[in-house]
Nanobody
Framework: QVQLVESGGGLGQPGGSLRLSCAASGSIFTISLMGWYRQPPGKQRELVAT???????NYADSVKGRFTISRDNAKNTVYLQMNSLNPEDTAVYYC?????????????WGQGTQVTVSS
């Protein structure tokens, strides 16, 4: 079995910072793409950022220059450093990972962690 567990959400101040973590565990051979998505209240889930195993990152325009995605391959963990937070960043944040347990990969999702930006 494979499990993705997120942590680090909560209440953030406008202009402040939060750091999310997501650790994958279980029967894992290797992980290729990892990423973060978010679902604001009343809206659809949207891409925040992705990162390849080699460290190439891609960001949504709305978070470029404010958020940084990184990963630790040895720990099967992906991080999201969120700076200069604003109320529009309020959402449930989900991590995902394309995990190989054999010759083929499957996409797994975390359970989500709430981020609320408010003064």
């Amino acid at each position: 079995q494979v499990q993705l567990v997120e942590s680090g959400g909560g209440l953030g101040q406008p202009g402040g910072s939060l750091r999310l973590s997501c650790a994958a565990s279980g029967s894992i051979f290797t992980i290729s793409l990892m990423g973060w998505y978010r679902q604001p209240p009343g809206k659809q889930r949207e891409l925040v950022a992705t990162i390849t195993r080699g460290g190439n990152a891609n960001y949504a325009d709305s978070v470029k220059g404010r958020f940084t995605i990184s990963r630790d391959n040895a720990k099967n963990t992906v991080y999201l450093q969120m700076n200069s937070l604003n109320p529009e960043d309020t959402a449930v944040y989900y991590c995902n990972a394309d995990i190989f347990r054999g010759p083929y990969s499957a996409r797994y999702w975390g359970q989500g962690t709430q981020v609320t930006v408010s003064s």
